[in-house]
């Protein structure tokens, strides 16, 4: 595609192909399939990260460590991931989720900060292609990672999917229309995402979430991901039958994130 004509997602696809593609970008990045595996497998078990979504009070909250967004720059400066971690832990979060890329300020070393501070089951928010980023992301602790379905061909997504449920790792299959959905399902994906926030555009449709609620089974679990700004916004998300709610910015920006949370969560 011509630079004229790619969008924000694709520039930041490509750089993550690159940094994949430089030599030893990750410690497994040289291993076979079957190595990878193997080196998955021996990791410690996660923790069930549906499990907490569904046996809580609903929605849940998967509550987002986020330094930075491409669409609103720093969020937080100076951003402690441990301190943030535990103030999500003790007001409420059913899980949490570490953005990792670093158009997002973040990396990894957060996600394996955050695991070290807090129990709460752990999604790696990454733009991941290659099995070698589900494997190192198992390795700094995370339960879950999110797969975005525009961004994977089909092969490749079920792929990804049937490999991280080997690994006993759960996948977040982020979509944002009912095509992208009817393929995260037929992929094999559990836990079906729908991001109000357009990737390409940055622009927010505060009902998208709801609208596309109805094409998703109560079998799945479903989350709205992006754009509460207020609890009305959650409200709004609840009552349409959403399972969970991902938040981030409204969180990282608060001036009492704990509190913030609290009573958001009180409110649903
Ligand atoms: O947040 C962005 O600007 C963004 C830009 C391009 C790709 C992804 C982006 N965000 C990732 C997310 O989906 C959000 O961090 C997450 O859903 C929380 O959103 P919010 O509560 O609106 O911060």
């Known amino acids: 595609m011509s630079d ?66 491409p669409s609103a720059g720093v969020l937080r400066e100076g951003a402690d991931a441990r301190q943030i971690a535990m103030l999500y832990a003790a007001n409420g979060a059913a899980c949490m989720s570490v953005l990792c890329d670093k158009h997002f300020q973040g990396s990894l070393d957060d996600l394996r900060s955050v695991r070290q501070s807090v129990a709460l089951p752990l999604l790696c928010k990454d733009f991941i292609l290659e099995k070698t980023q589900i494997v190192e992301a198992k390795r700094v602790g995370a339960d879950c990672v999110l797969l975005i379905v525009a961004a994977l061909p089909v092969p490749q997504l079920r792929n990804l999917i049937e490999f991280s449920h080997s690994l006993e790792m759960q996948v977040l299959c982020e979509t944002r229309d009912e095509a992208e959905i009817d393929r995260a399902m ?21 009902d998208r979430a709801a609208k596309l609620r109805k094409y998703v089974p109560s079998s799945f679990t479903y989350v709205a991901e992006s754009g509460v700004r207020t609890i009305d916004d959650a409200l709004r998300l609840r009552d349409s039958g959403a399972d969970a709610l991902l938040i981030g910015s409204y969180f990282m920006t608060a001036e009492q994130p704990g509190e913030t949370l609290r009573e958001l969560v009180m409110a649903l």
């Open 186 to 206: 037929a992929a094999g994906g559990k836990l079906i995402g729908v991001n109000s926030r357009d990737l390409q555009t940055f622009e927010l449709d505060p």
């Open 4 to 69: 004229k004509g790619s969008t924000y997602l694709d520039k930041i696809l490509a750089a993550k192909r690159a940094e994949l593609a430089a030599p030893r970008a990750t410690r497994s990045g040289a291993l076979t399939d079957r190595e990878l595996l193997e080196l998955g497998a021996r990791l410690p078990r996660p923790r069930d990260f549906i499990g907490a979504l569904r046996e809580g009070p609903r929605p849940g909250i998967i509550a987002e460590f986020k330094r930075a967004s």
